[in-house]
């Protein structure tokens, strides 16, 4: 059980272009995912909280306009890179926690963005 | 925010060896979760333990939560033990997404 899903694990994309990621929690439904970037050699990095049926809150740093977060239902959650620039490729992972936010967090495969 | 440090921060061992690695943190817990980032880079859990002792199989974890660190013990080490071992915690007072340390990076030799 506690399973979470990322689509897609691979992608590459022009500069300009936007990018759309999708976490899912496949047998159980989250009112909070959370976002993470990972580069190289680095540990991961909080990007975003995603609240289902509210707006995304934000880590410092982070552009709420270019990283777009949208919490459609309990089991997904998106991630849009706008305008991707070659210094958005990274490694992008979300994780979900089953209830109401407490206890175990749950990671995904991961997605990993280069961008040309 | 709570700050985690992880040691040692690279690790090389010969196959059937033992490890210990440390991970302190600054503040309070409720959540402390113990990773292992395969090459692919999934993260795998090892362990869920913000407090006590677990074991799983040649892995177990202690954390001792009134003196903010936990311990990650790998015995009879195997090639496929290779790969960043994170420690992550979530603080009492801060907000619920886990924080993570740097990680040990660990080598383990035929």
């Known amino acids: 059980g506690a399973v979470v899903s990322q689509h897609p694990s691979w992608v590459i994309c022009k500069s300009g272009t936007s990018v759309k990621i999708e976490c899912r929690s496949l047998d159980f439904q989250a009112t909070t995912m959370f976002w993470y970037r990972q580069f190289p050699k680095q540990s991961l990095m909080l990007m975003a909280t995603?609240?289902?049926?509210?707006?995304?809150?934000?880590e410092q740093g982070v552009e709420k306009d270019k990283f777009l977060i949208n919490h459609a239902s309990l089991t997904l959650s998106t991630l849009t890179v706008t305008s991707a620039h070659p210094e958005d490729s990274s490694f992008y992972i979300c994780?979900?926690?089953?209830?109401?936010?407490?206890?175990?967090?749950?990671f995904g495969p991961g997605t990993r963005l280069l961008v040309l | 925010g709570i700050q985690v440090e992880q040691s040692p921060p690279d690790l090389i061992l010969q196959e059937g060896a033992n490890s210990t690695l440390r991970c302190n943190f600054s503040?309070?817990?409720?959540?402390l979760q113990w990773f292992h980032q395969n090459p692919w880079g999934q993260l795998i859990n090892l362990f869920y333990?913000?407090?006590g002792t677990k074991q799983n199989g040649r892995l177990s974890a202690t954390t001792v939560a009134t003196e903010r660190y936990s311990l990650l013990y790998i015995s009879s080490s195997q090639t496929t033990d290779s790969g960043v071992y994170f420690c992550a915690v979530v603080s009492d007072t801060g907000r619920r997404a886990l924080t993570f340390g740097s990680g040990t990076r660990l080598q383990v030799q035929p």
């Open positions: 333990i913000p407090s």
């Open positions: 995603s609240n289902e049926g509210s707006k995304a809150t934000y």
């Open positions: 994780s979900a926690v089953p209830g109401r936010g407490r206890g175990t967090q749950y």
């Open positions: 503040d309070s817990v409720n959540n």
